[in-house]
């Protein structure tokens, strides 16, 4: 057998043995590499950096454990944010794993800033429903949430006393922006499709890569004002911000990780035209 | 006649609700009902959901059909999650018993420092985010054992993807620096006139199928039966 024949033949568990190199390498040496923000970034940190101290945000986190490497940077990156600006924070999730990833990000980055549960941001938790849901929290957020994640009722929390204008927070128009990190469905579309146009609520989006390419349209129409794309999304935010996380780490491994991929299908390719050429039919 | 009737008109109506509330204020609080209806028969929903997952998995057991064992490992995990997460916190309220622990773990609710939420981060957080990590191996895999360039619409394929890999990373910079302005076009102009035609197309069958829902055409949804 021929070294192109074998190279055809090769067993996966080299394959997945080389991804597994490409990708720890990086993380290992702690390799950094430059990131370039596209305007689709730039668009959701301008739309960020636009709020004032005391305006309200809705935070959905529409992700489970599944997207936590991709996701998890990103809403850490926006929490730190906006809890720098001193912006305030209702946060919800329509994922039914996704309620304790929203509470850990949040205990991770309140007490860098001193905010306090209740009047510097809510944990609403999580309700079943999907699109019904987010339209009636355009409606009303009292009727779909009447109790917070720990079960307090949301009048006793000052935050949903200090909308805009000093109006009780009581829909989604009452808050500033809504600020959607997803993985799937429910999420951004949805989010586009009945709360966005609908309501007239500005938004911006965090997705996963793969997500990216399906909401580029809601962002040339003007849907969404800005959008972050998986990890280099967040890569993106984080260098913007100055606040290098996990994010720019892992964009080290992922650059590795697609070189590699691209080197395979090159490399899968040349063996079999390669063989084919020498008359030798596939293994 | 009531198993087909009745739904169509039930779903005729619940429509006209959805549509009259756009065009009509005083229509709205009637929308808004059905809507919060809505969310209770989808929360009902999950209910029956896990009822039907213990239902198929039961049987799976008794009959040792193949893979029965995991079957096992899922019910028992159903079970603690349910039990720790919904059952105890109910229990719990009623009764007014106070903390209830076994040595350091908290066994009421789902907040920091409970059996449930260690249960979920140390055990479902790492195996959920490791399934989904897995996909890079496989895709690694794919790309090399798969991915031929038989044709000129693979070759196409192959191309654009070749572009945007590298161009969506910042490596790509280092190689050349127009890759990223080439990934950008690619993602601007082919890439979302294709995503606009399908949302676009994918947009007028779901007004069509609708404008059959509120009319009573459309009977599809109700299955085979």
Redesign the interface.
């Known amino acids: 057998m021929s070294l192109t024949q074998r190279i055809e033949s090769?067993d996966?568990r080299w394959?997945?043995l080389?991804?597994?190199v490409a990708?720890s390498f990086p993380l290992i040496v702690h390799m950094k590499?430059?990131?370039?923000a596209?305007?689709e970034a730039r668009g959701f940190y301008e739309n960020i950096e636009k709020l004032q101290a005391g305006d309200v945000v809705y935070l959905a986190s529409d992700y489970?454990?599944?997207?936590?490497?991709e996701l998890d940077p990103m809403l850490l990156a926006v929490l730190d944010r906006l809890f720098q600006k001193n912006v305030k924070i209702v946060g919800a999730t329509l994922w039914?794993?996704g309620?304790?990833?929203l509470?850990?990000a949040y205990?991770a980055e309140a007490p860098k800033y001193n905010k306090v549960y209740g009047v510097d941001y809510v944990h609403l938790g999580f309700?079943?429903?999907?699109e019904?849901?987010m339209?009636?929290l355009g409606?009303s957020i009292r009727?779909?949430f009447p109790v917070d994640?720990?079960g307090t009722p949301l009048d006793s929390l000052p935050l949903m006393h200090s909308g805009l204008n000093g109006k009780p927070i009581d829909k989604l128009n009452d808050t500033k922006l809504l600020v959607n990190i997803s993985i799937g469905y429910p999420g951004t579309k949805e989010w586009v499709q009945q709360v966005r146009s609908r309501f007239n609520l500005p938004m911006i989006s965090g997705c996963a890569?793969v997500s990216a390419?399906?909401y580029?349209?809601y962002v040339?129409s003007g849907q969404l004002s800005g959008l972050l794309?998986g990890l280099?999304g967040a890569?993106e935010y984080e260098e913007m911000i100055d606040r290098p996380g996990w994010g720019v780490t892992g964009?080290?491994a992922?650059?590795?990780?697609?070189?590699?991929?691209?080197l395979?299908?090159v490399?899968?390719?040349f063996v079999?035209f390669w063989n084919r050429r020498q008359g030798v039919s596939r293994p | 006649m009531l198993r087909r009737e009745v739904p169509i008109l039930l779903a005729m109506i619940v429509g006209w609700f959805m549509v009259g509330e756009f065009f009509f204020p005083w229509a709205e609080p009637a929308g808004?009902e059905v809507?919060?209806m809505?969310?209770i028969i989808?929360?009902t929903g999950?209910i029956l959901g896990v009822a039907n997952v213990i239902r198929i998995n039961l049987l799976k057991v008794s009959r040792r059909e193949r893979d029965w064992r995991y079957s096992i490992l899922l019910l028992v995990g159903l079970g603690v999650m349910a039990l720790l997460g919904t059952i105890l916190p109910v229990v719990h309220a009623a009764v007014h018993g106070g903390g209830w622990k076994i040595g350091p773990f908290n066994l009421v609710g789902?907040?920091?420092g409970t059996l449930f939420?260690r249960l979920?981060?140390r055990v479902?957080?790492?195996?959920?985010?490791t399934?989904?990590?897995l996909l890079?191996?496989y895709?690694?895999?794919a790309?090399?054992?798969a991915?031929?360039?038989r044709t000129m619409d693979a070759t196409l394929l192959?191309v654009a993807?070749?572009i945007v890999?590298?161009g969506?990373?910042?490596?790509?910079?280092?190689i050349w620096d127009g890759i990223?302005l080439l990934t950008?076009w690619i993602?601007?102009v082919p890439?979302?006139a294709a995503?606009?035609a399908i949302?676009i197309g994918a947009a007028l069958g779901g007004i069509a199928t609708g404008l059959k829902i509120l009319l009573g055409i459309e009977r599809n949804f109700l299955g085979s039966d």
Not at chain 1, 33 to 36: E, I, N, Y
Not at chain 1, 64 to 69: E, I, L, S, Y
Not at chain 2, 124 to 129: D, F, K, R
Not at chain 2, 168 to 174: A, S
Request: glycine content about 6%; cysteine-free.
């Open positions: 090769l996966r394959i997945f080389v991804m597994l990708m590499l430059p990131v370039r596209s305007p489970d454990p599944g997207g936590k490497a039914p794993a309620s304790p990833l509470e850990r205990k309700k079943e429903g999907k019904n849901v339209v009636q409606k009727e779909v994640y720990y890569a390419p399906e580029f349209p040339q794309g280099a890569a964009m080290a992922q650059s590795l990780a697609h070189v590699t991929i691209v395979l299908i490399l899968g390719n079999y | 808004t809507q919060q809505a969310v989808t929360a999950v789902i907040t920091d939420d979920y981060n479902y957080v790492p195996l959920s985010a399934m989904y990590g890079a191996f895709i690694a895999s790309a090399f054992r991915f031929r360039v192959a993807a070749i890999m590298i969506r990373v910042p490596l790509g910079e280092k990223p950008d993602m601007n890439q979302l995503k606009r949302l």
